[in-house]
């Protein structure tokens, strides 16, 4: 059975400053994929980004990255330079692509506040 | 592209009464979804359809019916209404056969009172 794990549940950063999430996933499976999902207040989910388990290299976009490592079962998150629009519960989700059907296990979420 | 779409967005139901929740989506995506959000509980997963005419259970089946009649189309239905069923309902899509990202529809909030 799949699940991922998101310890944090709420983190408050004054604007400006980074902040890192948390990811930790359990699988059996050898393939698998992990993603990011942003929901912001008005209540929509936002995809962010897809990894696949062959690659464990670190992805950067603007002012957010990825660190993927497989040895420690982990798919952490950072906002760098963290703004007001960030504020939004953030979710870690996991697919073992074996099943076939795609469907995501989703962590319980991390609520970020960015306070200005 | 309207991308995924739910209808209603919102509904109160009496214990026991039914309903049926709309998911369309446009981008010919050959699997969808149906997930319950609750406070503090992430999303779950309730049914899915990975083509047309088939469904599947997911984490949270029960008291909910769902039907894949058309591809572009997925419904849940709710045959006698709880309060413990009182959640928002999000639908999602995807292309399939490999694992790509989910699309999600807006969600609908039900309040079973």
């Known amino acids: 059975a799949q699940k991922v794990t998101q310890a944090q549940t709420e983190i408050s950063v004054v604007e400006k400053e980074d902040v890192t999430l948390d990811c930790v996933y359990e699988?059996?499976?050898?393939?698998?994929?992990l993603f990011w999902y942003k929901q912001p207040p008005s209540g929509e989910l936002v995809f962010l980004i897809r990894?696949?388990?062959?690659?464990?290299q670190n992805e950067i976009s603007g002012r957010y990255s990825w660190n993927f490592q497989k040895s420690t079962s982990s798919f952490n998150f950072t906002i760098t330079a963290s703004q007001v629009v960030d504020s939004a519960v953030y979710f870690c989700?996991?697919?073992?692509?074996?099943?076939?059907?795609?469907?995501?296990?989703f962590g319980k979420g991390n609520q970020v506040v960015v306070i200005p | 592209n309207a991308g995924v779409t739910q209808t209603p967005k919102f509904r109160v139901l009496k214990t026991g009464q039914s309903m049926t929740l709309l998911c369309a989506q446009d981008?010919?995506?050959?699997?969808m979804y149906w997930y319950r959000q609750d406070p503090g509980m992430g999303l779950r997963l309730i049914h899915y359809?990975?083509?047309?005419?088939?469904?599947a259970k997911g984490e949270v089946p029960d008291g909910y019916n769902v039907s894949r009649l058309k591809k572009q189309n997925f419904l849940l239905g709710l045959e006698s209404a709880a309060p413990s069923q009182t959640s928002v309902y999000f639908c999602a899509s995807s292309y399939g056969r490999e694992v790509y990202e989910q699309y999600f529809g807006p969600g609908t909030r039900l309040t079973v009172t």
């Open positions: 990894r696949n388990s062959f690659d464990e």
């Open positions: 989700a996991l697919s073992e692509a074996t099943e076939g059907n795609n469907r995501l296990a």
């Open positions: 699988t059996r499976d050898t393939t698998y994929y």
């Open positions: 981008m010919n995506h050959e699997y």
């Open positions: 359809s990975v083509g047309e005419g088939t469904t």
